[in-house]
């Protein structure tokens, strides 16, 4: 805590605070009064208290299978059984020291860190500890690949290329390029991961209000029989602004699946759903014909996840801030967006689309 030249008075504990010493000695005497408390009732290691923070991802915070499955991965490879302390003994200094004696790289050192401070900060949501210990612990430096994304030329020639098969004699045909064009225009227009993209039922649009809502994604767990997982995290789930131009796209689809593919839709059947087999389409065949489209194109090879990328460098080029689509991506935090985008150049936004609505 930086030291200011004044203080106003104040009272802590209704003691009456005139100086700035007398403020730091008793808050520095309350924090350990504090954590003494804590110590008394908390005494888990860190084996115990992980298991409860993993119960509570799933079914309290009920996060994606995805994200709750990378947890389990990191823990039982590197963590299990090799944290010998109960939790309140940790130290940044200790956890700095386990984590540079790991035999893996760099890049999976940070994803280490990245979830272990997120298990701190659970523990001082559940009243474990006041503070993370490691909320300042650095991350390593490593290079981070190249962000692949569309500029707009690029995003018009792949949807130019598609229209020409959306009206194609062979139905089939139409039908992959309606699909795939349905596809893009929703990820690139909502900013959302693939997966949520790909979990949309027809009644999540509201014409009236001119709103998406997003409440699901696809379920990546090959065990399981249900075809939808919750969504990365639960601020993730939300409703979107979209124009009606995307309102008539998604129309227009549906009315193609009824009229023309002779499917029996519901208000409730998936936008992206095999009607053959009664489940969602994969990603390698959805992948398949965006891929298919992006050589025909001659446009640079993204991945359908890339139309968020193309998304974000979009509206900043357009002069917005992230605290104005953040929330639409479903960033936890603005200071995500910013992390993940702020390195894109000036000369690259400037080439950015001043709209994702002119390319629909």
């Known amino acids: 805590m930086s030291k200011p030249i004044k203080t106003s008075i104040s009272r802590i504990e209704n003691k009456k605070i005139i100086t700035i010493d007398e403020a730091l000695k008793i808050r520095d005497n309350v924090l350990i009064k504090q954590q003494k408390a804590l110590e008394t009732i908390h005494k888990e290691d860190f084996d115990t208290l992980w298991d409860k923070y993993i119960f509570n991802c799933k079914f309290v915070k009920k996060q994606a299978y995805n994200t709750v499955i990378k947890k389990e991965k990191i823990y039982n490879k590197h963590l299990k059984g090799k944290i010998g302390k109960t939790i309140s003994k940790i130290t940044q200094n200790y956890i700095s020291m386990f984590i540079n004696e790991l035999d893996t790289t760099d890049k999976q050192k940070n994803h280490i860190i990245k979830e272990i401070k997120t298990f701190f900060s659970w523990c001082v949501e559940e009243n474990i500890l006041i503070d993370n210990p490691i909320s300042k612990l650095a991350k390593y430096k490593v290079n981070k690949p190249e962000m692949k994304y569309w500029i707009p030329s690029e995003l018009k020639k792949f949807l130019d290329t598609i229209e020409e098969d959306v009206n194609s004699e062979n139905i089939y045909k139409a039908y992959i390029a309606r699909r795939t064009k349905l596809l893009t225009l929703l990820g690139f227009s909502l900013g959302d991961r693939i997966g949520e993209t790909r979990a949309m ?3 999540v649009v509201n014409e009236n209000n001119g709103t998406i809502s997003i409440l699901h994604s696809i379920n990546y767990d090959r065990k399981s029989n249900d075809f939808l997982s919750n969504t990365k995290t639960y601020e993730s789930e939300r409703v979107i602004d979209i124009s009606q131009k995307l309102i008539n796209e998604i129309d227009n689809f549906k009315n193609f699946l009824i009229c023309n593919m ?27 014909a965006f891929n298919y ?3 025909k194109a001659n446009v ?37 967006t910013i992390d993940v985008y702020r390195h894109l150049s000036n000369k690259v936004r400037k080439e950015i689309a001043q709209s994702t609505d002119k390319y629909i």
């Open 201 to 203: 039922a027809f009644n």
């Open 262 to 288: 002779k499917y029996d839709i519901k208000d409730d059947t998936l936008i992206f759903l095999n009607h053959s087999t009664g489940k969602p389409f994969s990603d390698c065949a959805l992948r398949k």
């Open 293 to 295: 489209y992006c050589e």
């Open 300 to 336: 640079p090879k993204i991945r359908m996840y890339d139309l968020r990328h193309t998304y974000a460098a979009t509206m900043m080029s357009d002069g917005k801030e992230a605290y104005l689509f953040s929330k639409r991506m479903g960033h936890k935090k603005i200071s995500t």
